[in-house]
């Protein structure tokens, strides 16, 4: 199959749907928040009840106008909102509130870093809705519950700019990261609140025509999003080289197998009869609005990147993982705060030591390690040569469990590191007086034992003298 | 003295309740007592609430001992079953909603409440406000009190006939094409459509959105100005609600009409009018020329689409609106085996022939590969038909046609032919498509009794000036009224 695979390239578009993060649902005040027993954030309006009328979250549309200004995309002053009808258990209304000819952000683009460099994907819309309920079956009968029924969504809509599953993950990660930065949501798949939609086809390489596509469906993770478009191509792709056609077809991942089935056509045979909604007048948005919001906009994922490489002089790889989770990077910077001369050691403290924490424990970062300027403080005292970088790991672990302050803790764990040019000579001239046969060895030429006497005295000063001025003393009394 | 206590008007009760004259609970016993006596007959109620309406006249006569209450404390009206009401059933006349009882208010059902108005029960409509005559009900026809044998008009009937028969002092109705206006002409009472968003719609069950409006049924013009503020005026809950102040619609009602500029659209007297009908409207335009008006002929070029137009833009929207009746939240629920085959049998036995026809009529107009051919086209007839009007107003204050082309029908006649039916609303369609307010009031009786309704529209928040010259009118004795012998 290899050949084949040469000769064909993918063409993907993806969609994705991710919950605001406001406090009340889209069209009526109840909560928002996951996690609530079954149908306890419900009212008469997101139930469906007979007469009841949707009013618009303002803060929601604030929020995907902030996504649509991160996403470059141009904010509509003029959209409206539109009834999407198919009948489902979950869909109180029989009908979506949702956006079709109007959506309120149009255009823009995410860029995304690859293993064949950087890349340009284009968007197509952003537009707002509302979530559904969840059917769930159990003991033979199906049950409803409403509680995700009316919560704010935008969907973002990719051109079908994407041609590898790799790229399909760099997308969603960098959108992800964008969403969390601008606080639009929390991306969050495992929770629903962040769900993909996939569009593959294939077409020969240098075809400039789309080739047939499927719709894949059920995916709730970036790595099934990735293993869902790895089969589907090669299985298109194998269909085509022995001669076959792709038909328009909706998929299911099932990710207990591996691969994609397609779904019953019952299951998606739908005219949504969309029309404009009567229940809500036009949504203008002022081109004030969305001034205010552009300048309250945080700094971007890619622009801190690009600063932290600049600024910081860190490697391209260094300033991603950084700035992957916005609180990781605020943390480095806050910690840079504490007036840190060397910045290196701050990224790889954060690189390695914090995120090690938080992994372990799998706490949110600020309840997982000792606020930033603590550190910041702990790594001045190993920039002053106070601490040494052993001792400052020793602190921090014990600062991560107890909450205390760097100098507290360094205290009170004895840690403080020797550099009294004195003290260091007198440990170093009772170790040579003791070590007299290894001393001549040294002298003869075994320059190995240089590291033997440096531990020696190290012992002796209990492992708080500073290696840098064991090393000048020793050097120095060796050689006399 | 009980009987003759449910004939007062509002404004009448007002006063006796105010100076204690009266208890709120003896006007309330009188309808109650009113309505027992009549509605085997009549079935103006789908669902009588007397023991809740004697508690409710119970409070408000607390309230009138301590002097100051609202116009309405202690008043018994009448509610379409279309308005949400907490606790007490709200079927909008349909077998599908048969034992539903909401957990929410109407906006207008919580307003009245606040200020202790009295709901002695849930009238009688069409199945979801669908038709001209309150013969789709699911439990049965509404009886017309000045010949039993005819309509009572619709969707509105059971509030238009509770009102004509003294079952209430006056009662809330909606209008989508007309559903206050006819039945109102039809039962010889007043009945007020305000402008589109002068009402919250919060509530009241949706049949086609962007053209259902709320209003009241009265005995007279005055009682409808002082029910009408009430229920005025913006609400969160309804974000197509206007925000514009309410004014005190009563004190509009000068008497006065010297120099008011009366539109005639020529396209209104037409062929299939009955000839009593446009004798009566006619004389109706005389009179207030002899009481200082001036009548201007108009033209509204578009008045032939509007009925296609209608039941375009209504059907697609009720098609989505009624699409939550699917028997799983609430309501009737026909068990199946699996979901389609479920909504298909709930909605199957839940709704009547007409519903399902507009719910059929509207899907068909949304289907892909039509939309633009019919509802666009619709919604484009729809700013051509408001542009006549705009047009219109720039020589009149407010126009004045007949409310319908004929008198209350006989029971059956027209049920065989949808568009015989359709054709009762030719002259309100147009005002809802255009989204102002218009009233109905009696203007005469034909040959048979039964009452002729004269249609006043206004401008867009005109509320002020049709009140106003229907009070005039109404004030003048230009007719006597004659009330149903029933």
């Known amino acids: 199959m290899e050949p084949a695979t040469e000769k064909y390239e993918a063409v993907i578009g993806l969609e994705v749907h991710t919950h605001l993060l406001t406090r009340s649902k889209l069209f009526c005040g109840c909560a928002a928040a996951f996690g609530a027993g079954p149908n306890e954030n419900v009212c008469p309006v997101c139930m469906g009840m007979p007469g009841v009328l949707p009013v618009l979250n303002r803060r929601a549309v604030e929020l995907a106008i902030r996504m649509g200004l991160a996403a470059h995309c141009s904010i509509s002053e003029y959209s409206i909102f539109d009834r999407k009808s198919y009948f489902y258990p979950d869909l109180p209304k029989g009908y979506q509130i949702s956006q079709y000819e109007t959506p309120l952000c149009k255009g823009g683009y995410i860029d995304i870093a690859t293993s064949g460099g950087a890349r340009r994907v284009r968007l197509v819309r952003i537009h707002m809705e509302e979530d559904a309920g969840k059917n769930i079956h159990q003991d033979g009968t199906s049950l409803v519950d409403f509680n995700r029924s009316g919560v704010p969504l935008v969907e973002i809509v990719s051109e079908p700019d994407i041609r590898s599953a790799e790229e399909a993950g760099a997308y969603l990660r960098e959108l992800r990261n964008i969403l969390r930065y601008v606080g639009a949501s929390e991306g969050r798949m495992e929770e629903g609140n962040f769900r993909c939609d996939v569009n593959v086809s294939v077409r020969p390489k240098g075809a400039t025509e789309f080739g047939t596509k499927t719709e894949i469906k059920n995916l709730n993770s970036f790595r099934f999003v990735e293993k869902a478009i790895a089969y589907e191509v090669a299985r298109q792709i194998e269909t085509l080289a022995a001669g076959g056609r792709i038909p328009q077809e909706t998929h299911l991942w099932d990710p207990d197998r591996e691969e994609t089935r397609p779904m019953r056509s019952k299951e998606f045979a739908n005219d949504y009869r969309y029309f404009p909604e009567p229940d809500l007048p036009p949504l203008r948005v002022p081109t004030e609005l969305i001034e205010r919001i552009r300048t309250a906009m945080p700094e971007l994922p890619a622009d801190r990147r690009a600063r932290f490489v600049r600024d910081f002089a860190l490697s391209d790889y260094e300033a991603a993982l950084l700035t992957e989770e916005r609180e990781v990077a605020d943390y480095f910077e806050a910690m840079l705060a504490a007036g840190l001369g060397n910045r290196k050691t701050a990224a790889n403290w954060v690189m390695t030591e914090v995120l090690r924490v938080v992994n372990e424990t799998g706490a949110p970062l600020a309840d997982a390690v000792p606020p930033p300027a603590e550190t910041g403080r702990l790594l001045k005292m190993v920039e002053e040569a106070t601490l040494s970088l052993n001792a400052a790991k020793t602190a921090f672990a014990a600062m991560c469990k107890s909450g205390g302050t760097a100098a507290a803790t360094v205290g009170e764990l004895g840690l403080v590191q020797v550099s009294d040019e004195g003290a260091i000579a007198t440990a170093c001239d009772k170790v040579i007086e003791s070590e007299a046969a290894n001393v001549a060895e040294y002298r003869a030429g075994r320059d190995k034992l240089f590291g033997f006497f440096v531990g020696k005295v190290m012992k002796l000063m209990g492992g708080k003298a500073n290696p840098k001025i064991i090393n000048e003393i020793l050097k120095r009394k060796l050689a006399g | ?486």
């Open chain 2, 1 to 486: 003295m009980a009987v003759e206590l449910c004939r007062l008007t509002i404004a009448e009760a007002r006063a006796l309740l105010a100076r204690r004259e009266i208890s709120a609970v003896e006007l309330t016993r009188a309808c109650l007592d009113r309505i027992a006596e009549l509605e085997r007959r009549l079935n103006a109620f789908i669902t009588v609430c007397a023991r809740e309406a004697i508690a409710q006249a119970e409070v408000a006569d607390k309230r009138l001992e301590q002097g100051g209450a609202p116009a309405l404390c202690g008043i018994p009206l009448a509610i379409k079953d279309i308005y949400a009401t907490r606790g007490v059933r709200t079927t909008c006349a349909s077998k599908i909603l048969e034992k539903f009882v909401p957990p929410h208010d109407a906006t207008s059902i919580a307003k009245l409440r606040a200020v202790g108005a009295v709901f002695v029960g849930k009238a009688n409509m069409d199945e979801f406000a669908m038709g001209s005559s309150t013969e789709n009900s699911a439990f049965g026809a509404t009886r017309n009190p000045y010949d039993l044998q005819r309509v009572a008009g619709g969707s509105s009937g059971g509030s238009a006939a509770a009102v004509a028969a003294d079952e209430c002092l006056a009662a809330l109705g909606t209008d989508t094409g007309g559903s206050i206006r006819e039945p109102a002409s039809f039962c010889g009472v007043v009945g007020i459509k305000p402008t589109y968003s002068r009402v919250s719609r919060y509530g009241v069950i949706a049949y086609a959105s962007s053209l259902d409006q709320v209003g009241p049924f009265a005995k007279s013009v005055r009682d409808a100005a002082i029910v009408l503020r009430e229920l005025a005026g913006i609400d969160p809950r309804d974000s197509t609600c206007s925000a514009r102040p309410v004014p005190d619609y009563e004190r509009a009602l000068t008497g006065d009409v010297k120099g008011m500029r009366v539109g005639v659209p020529r396209e209104y007297f037409v062929e299939g009018m009955e000839a009593e009908v446009e004798g009566a409207v006619r004389a109706a335009l005389r009179h207030y020329e002899t009481m200082g008006a001036r009548t201007v002929e108009i033209s509204l070029p578009h008045t032939d689409y509007a009925i296609a137009a209608y039941y375009l833009i209504a059907t697609a929207e009720a098609s989505a609106n009624l699409a939550r009746y699917d028997g799983i939240r609430y309501g009737l629920r026909v068990p199946a085996d699996n979901n389609i085959e479920l909504y298909n049998r709930t909605r199957d036995t839940g709704f009547g022939a007409e519903v399902k026809r507009r719910i059929m009529l509207g899907t068909f107009a949304l289907s892909a590969g039509y939309y633009d051919a019919y509802y666009l086209k619709a919604q484009k007839v729809r700013t051509l038909i408001r542009r006549d009007f705009e047009r219109a107003f720039e020589t009149c204050d407010i126009i004045a046609t007949p409310t319908a082309p004929t008198t209350a029908f006989k029971i059956g006649e027209k049920t065989a032919d949808p568009l015989q039916m359709y054709l009762s609303d030719i002259f309100t369609i147009s005002v809802n498509l255009a989204g102002l307010p218009g009233l109905s009031m009696p203007c005469g009786y034909d040959s048979h009794g039964m009452p002729i309704g004269l249609q006043i529209v206004g401008a867009p928040f005109g509320e002020e000036a049709i009140l106003r010259a229907a009070d005039a009118y109404e004030r003048s004795g230009a007719i006597a009224r004659r009330p149903p012998a029933i």
